[in-house]
Nanobody, 123 residues
Framework: QVQLVESGGGLVQAGGSLKLSCAASGRTFSDYAIGWFRQAPGNQREFVAYIRWNGESTYYADSVKGRFTISRDIAKNTVYLQMNSLKPEDTAVYYC????????????????WGQGTQVTVSS
């Protein structure tokens, strides 16, 4: 059974940084990709960043490009999202998700989801 557990959320002032973690377990992820999504109240779930488990490719939403960095530690089976220069509009629940096959952005492509971690950026 695949399990994804996010951590690292919290309250931060605008301009600050947070690093989210997504600990994965339950299978071999070598042929999988991990995505980060976020959802603010009243909004649809939004794609944030993507990384293939082998690290060969990464992809970012335009809204976070240059501020967020996705990475993974194979030994720890963990994917990270380093978030810098945070803005109030980054406030949301952040989810990590796992998928196999093609596609990057569509949340429907991801079969496994974590429970989410709250990120709040104050102005």
């Amino acid at each position: 059974q695949v399990q994804l557990v996010e951590s690292g959320g919290g309250l931060v002032q605008a301009g600050g940084s947070l690093k989210l973690s997504c600990a994965a377990s339950g299978r071999t992820f070598s042929d999988y990709a991990i995505g980060w999504f976020r959802q603010a109240p009243g909004n649809q779930r939004e794609f944030v960043a993507y990384i293939r488990w082998n690290g060969e490719s990464t992809y970012y939403a335009d809204s976070v490009k240059g501020r967020f960095t996705i990475s993974r530690d194979i030994a720890k089976n963990t994917v990270y999202l380093q978030m810098n220069s945070l803005k109030p509009e980054d406030t949301a629940v952040y989810y990590c998700a796992a998928k196999s096959g093609y596609g990057v952005i569509g949340y429907q492509l991801y079969a496994y989801w974590g429970q989410g971690t709250q990120v709040t950026v104050s102005s």
